[in-house]
């Protein structure tokens, strides 16, 4: 049982955390891509940026008195997401509206999106400092959720914390919301007919500057959770997301760029294949020891890969998709 | 007053220009048929009236103002539609929804509509959960130009609506298109089955190198027998 | 005529734009030399023509061909470490112990491994085909990496728990610069092989996967590389301010004579490279090259292998980005696998070829020395403003700017951001655009 327990602990639960992470992350560089098609490698960097806005507004709303039952820095999302979507579409509105203006290739854009990149980089290291800051701006503590498991022969608990548990809810009522947006509204389905065909939606009349607006304002405020929740998580620091862009890519072309709910089980997918990947087998596996013959116990640590390697297997698997099969599993937009 | 009005059109997209004063006119009564040889600016022309391309000289009067370089989104709600020649249809996207993006313009209730399109062609109510990119090749164009009809248009406009068709399916076509003119809806397309358009034209028009070269019904211009040699195989 | 006036007239003819801004430069050169240092000066063009070198090989890569690469840091990584094993001391620790006949069991195992996938590949000859043939594909690709885990594992902690790492084979750097070059090359060739056919965003991000698993690689595998403890120091193909002194030569000077010695071997090395990459430019190669680049569908359906002049193009670059990994590493003395990031090592590399001008090598040698010194200097000068914006702010009570060191590093971060992001709008062919030459 313990065993069981700890790949609950140790597998499902941190793969769902990073799934959800990834995932959120994964729609905002999916729909860009489906929109404007490029690939917006400041994504990354838009995740952490609206974590800072969160920081900022909670260290606020600390400073200002305010004791409340959960996280600060869930508390303040709201205003947060809606702060980070006005920025992004600042972002667009300097740097590649006037690209896409003057008919850039979507390479150009792909580059812009570096230099913007890097302007974020610098700036929010050169506002923040570039140590790592706690989320818990009112000194909060990170409630520990343990769920006995000795009714079911287990000795230790399965252990969930408070960020994680919010994570969760917040991912599913997103992916919820998005698919009821995507599928019910009308400017939702202008998103996908823009998507699938650009000059048909604009010869349909679709107003695809609005369309525009719309995905970044949806890409910032996912852009925005993502980032507060990994801050939640694990804890704020200016590479945040940076160092995770790539796996996040990864997830939207596996997922099939251009498609949303391709980058949501992409996301997940990725997740669990890195978590899989560096899961110590042994752990579950000992009860065999007992089986086995003599000289045949199982090693210590049976790993498929190092743990210093757990980043890379979402690069391989990326790699591989890309030579397999481009258009991902959901067969996003090819060309 | 003509429904739509074009005068002495030169436009093109930055380089020479492609047309080099085209003259149109329609009624909404009219059937118009642009036919003429390859690169002869006919296509382009509809793409002028829709925004797509660059007016540098000439107007392109509709419902009583200029309309030249207007973008889409501004033609669509006042009554122009225009369904292209390739790629016409969201292919990922349910016939129904196909239908709803070509109502993306309309703020009031558009069953109506919806109803209306459905009757013209019944095939695309039984399929109207399937996503368009499963059809055929006929049934695609009867979606394209439903979605254009969503925005109950008072001018629409084919860019080669029998491409690619079988015969029969043409002949269907052709026919849609003369029912919908009948519900008072004008009609301006262009098209290579020239002689087979033309038949049922009440306005033809010969465009060579950007200009016109011949103007007339439909029936005219069959009968011209310049026409006839030079421009519908003799 | 006005001074603005003929200043504008005189930029639009290439030549005469080409030479006054390579005056601005050895101005701006000259500048940051009296502010900074003789020594210090040195230090910045040393790095300054390696990076230049790599810049040239970028853009064979993009210029030439339009072939996006990302994986410019996994290069410079590569072309570091194979310098390391080429020309670092021999550590007798590791020849007198298992260490080789580990590593050599590894090696079979790999090769066993390998055989096992090609067989596997091959399997269609006997009648395997289809789902059955991906699977046994599949199942020796993991038999074939558990056997070489099976045997490296031991041999990597038996290696680095007595010899520390294999240590290097004692040769001259130089032959090492060329090791790195030879190496880069074999990685590019298989790069190159399974990626090319992807469209350019793509390609974008799959080379920057692998860039990211070249850099795990290095990064992790301690037993060849030394890892995160680095290897210094390393040994220089010219004399060290070391051995100068030991002539007799005081200390700054030393320094002064010795980069001095070192830059004078770089430049070498660059201006080879310049005249090769000018003339395969101008001569049938490079128009072919560009023909392919300006519409590869048109080149292709004119006879010409495509993809076997874009390999060629993206080999024959990341030769140029191993060797000037290779130099780098060297001049700086130690190989330390943390210290390569995506900004430093590829992204800049990326500016440096925008704005000097992808396609004029000219111009991206001019790119490389700007964008290199407008980087450094980026820290010092954004010091002077933090010191003096942090008196002003203490005066007001507000309190001192805490942290200006790290800080006033990440400026050049910014500021790289907002040259690359002004070049795109404002001079998206660069500083000296691709002049296209008319054949007569």
């Excluded at chain 1, 743990?307 to 698997?317: N, Q, R």
């Excluded at chain 3, 038999?143 to 001259?172: M, N």
């Excluded at chain 3, 002049?309 to 590493?329: D, H, V």
Aim: proline share 4%.
């Amino acid at each position: 049982m313990d065993e069981l327990i700890f790949f609950i602990n140790r597998v499902l639960i941190s793969g769902t955390v990073l799934g959800s992470i990834y995932a959120l992350g994964a729609i905002g560089i999916t729909l860009i891509f489906g929109i404007l098609r490029f690939a917006h490698f400041a994504h990354g960097d838009m995740m952490t940026m609206g974590a800072f806005v969160a920081f900022v507004l909670a260290s606020a709303l600390a400073a200002a008195g305010v004791v409340l039952p959960l996280p600060m820095g869930f508390v303040v999302l709201p205003v947060a997401m809606i702060i980070t979507a006005l920025l992004a579409l600042g972002i667009d509105k300097g740097f590649y509206a006037p690209l896409r203006a003057r008919g850039a290739k979507p390479v150009t854009l792909l580059i812009a999106s570096i230099g913007v990149t890097l302007m974020m980089q610098g700036l929010l290291r050169l506002i923040f400092g570039s140590s790592t800051k706690s989320m818990y701006v009112a000194g909060e503590s990170k409630d520990i959720f343990r769920i006995d498991m000795s009714w079911a022969g287990g000795t230790r608990p399965i252990s969930i914390t408070e960020p994680q548990v919010i994570m969760f809810v917040v991912t599913a009522l997103i992916v919820v919301a998005l698919h009821l947006f995507l599928t019910r509204s009308r400017l939702g389905k202008a998103m996908r007919a823009m998507a699938d065909n650009a000059a048909l939606a604009q010869v349909s009349g679709i107003n695809t500057a609005l369309v525009v607006r719309v995905t970044w304002v949806i890409a910032g405020s996912l852009a925005c959770v993502a980032g507060t929740m990994l801050a939640l998580d694990v804890a704020l620091m200016p590479d945040l997301a940076f160092n995770i862009v790539l796996p996040i890519f990864a997830a939207a072309i596996v997922g099939g760029l251009g498609h949303a709910y391709g980058a949501i089980v992409g996301g997940f997918l990725i997740a669990f294949a890195e978590t899989l990947a560096v899961f110590n087998w042994t752990a579950v596996l000992r009860p065999l020891n007992a089986i086995l013959p003599e000289g045949m116990a199982l090693p210590a640590n049976l790993a498929l890969v190092p743990t210093e390697y757990k980043l890379t297997v979402a690069f391989v698997i990326l790699v591989v998709t890309l030579l397999v099969r481009p258009t991902g599993i959901f067969k996003g937009a090819s060309t | 007053m003509a429904l739509i009005e074009l005068k002495h059109v030169v436009g093109g997209y930055g380089g020479a220009p492609i047309l080099n004063g085209v003259n149109i006119a329609i009624e909404k009564s009219d059937i118009g048929v642009i036919v003429g040889p390859n690169g002869a600016g006919k296509s382009t022309t509809l793409k002028a009236i829709f925004g797509l391309l660059k007016v540098t000289g000439g107007t392109i009067e509709f419902g009583g103002e200029n309309i030249a370089n207007s973008l889409p989104d501004r033609l669509v709600p006042k009554g122009l539609s225009f369904v292209p020649q390739e790629k016409n249809v969201f292919t990922s996207m349910s016939v129904e929804e196909n239908l709803e993006m070509g109502a993306f313009t309309r703020t009031d209730d558009f069953s109506g509509t919806m109803a209306w399109v459905y009757e013209m062609f019944p095939v695309l109510k039984e399929k109207r959960r399937q996503p368009a990119g499963e059809l055929s090749g006929g049934q695609r164009q009867m979606v394209a130009m439903g979605r254009a009809l969503m925005s109950k248009p008072s001018l629409l406009m084919l860019d080669e609506p029998s491409a690619g068709l079988s015969p029969r399916y043409v002949i269907e076509i052709f026919e849609t298109i003369q029912r919908v003119n009948q519900e008072g809806v004008g009609i301006l397309m262009v098209e290579q089955n020239a002689r087979q358009a033309l038949a049922f034209a009440s306005k033809g028009f010969v465009l060579a190198q950007g200009q016109n070269r011949f103007t007339g019904t439909g029936q005219e211009l069959i009968d011209d027998p310049e026409v006839a040699k030079s421009f519908l195989g003799g | 005529m006005s001074l603005p006036a003929s200043l504008s007239a005189s930029l639009q003819s290439p030549l005469r734009r080409g030479l006054i801004l390579f005056a601005a430069m050895f101005v701006i050169v000259v500048i940051t030399g009296v502010m900074q240092g003789g020594a210090s000066i040195l230090l910045i063009l040393t790095q300054a023509t390696a990076f230049a070198l790599i810049a040239l090989g970028l853009n064979i890569q993009w210029g030439y061909g339009g072939l996006f690469n990302f994986a410019i840091m996994g290069f410079l990584m590569v072309g570091g470490a194979s310098t390391v094993f080429l020309s670092y001391p021999i550590n007798p620790d590791f020849w007198t112990s298992d260490g080789p006949l580990m590593l050599g069991r590894a090696l079979l195992a790999f090769l066993f491994g390998l055989c096992l996938v090609l067989l596997a590949r091959q399997s269609h000859r006997i009648g395997i085909t289809g789902k059955l043939k991906t699977t046994l594909v599949v199942i020796a690709w993991f038999a074939g990496y558990i056997l070489y885990r099976s045997q490296i594992d031991p041999a990597a902690a038996y290696i680095e728990s007595t010899a520390g790492f294999v240590g290097g084979l004692g040769l001259h750097p130089v032959l090492g610069w060329a090791f790195g070059g030879l190496v880069s090359a074999i990685i590019a060739f298989y790069i190159g092989k399974v990626s090319l056919g992807l469209r350019t965003d793509y390609l974008a991000i799959a080379t920057i996967g692998i860039s990211e698993i070249l850099r795990a690689l290095i990064k992790n595998m301690d037993w060849l590389t030394r890892g995160t403890m680095t290897v210094s120091p390393m040994p220089w193909p010219t004399p060290l301010p070391q051995n100068l002194q030991a002539m007799g030569f005081s200390i700054s000077e030393s320094f002064i004579y010795a980069r001095l010695g070192f830059l004078a071997l770089a430049v070498l090395i660059l201006v080879l490279a310049f005249i090769i990459v000018q003339r395969a430019y101008g001569g049938p190669w490079g128009r072919m090259m560009r023909a392919i680049r300006d519409n590869h569908i048109a080149a292709g359906s004119m006879g010409k292998d495509v993809t076997g002049r874009q390999l060629e193009l993206f080999i024959f670059g990341s030769i140029l980005m191993g060797i000037g990994g290779a130099m780098l590493a060297t001049f700086t003395q130690i190989f330390d696998p943390s210290g390569y990031q995506p900004i430093n090592h590829t992204f800049m590399l990326w500016v440096m070829v925008i704005v000097g001008g992808a396609g004029n090598n000219w111009g991206v040698v001019l790119g490389a020395f700007l964008i290199y010194i407008v980087w450094v200097i980026s820290d010092p000068l954004a010091q002077l403003i933090f010191v003096n914006l942090s008196v002003l702010t203490d005066s007001l009570g507000w309190g001192a700017i805490p942290e200006i060191d790290s800080r006033a590093l990440q400026m050049r971060v910014f500021v790289l951001g907002v040259v690359i992001t002004i070049a795109l709008r404002y001079a998206p062919r660069g500083l000296l655009p691709e002049t296209v030459r008319r054949e007569g």
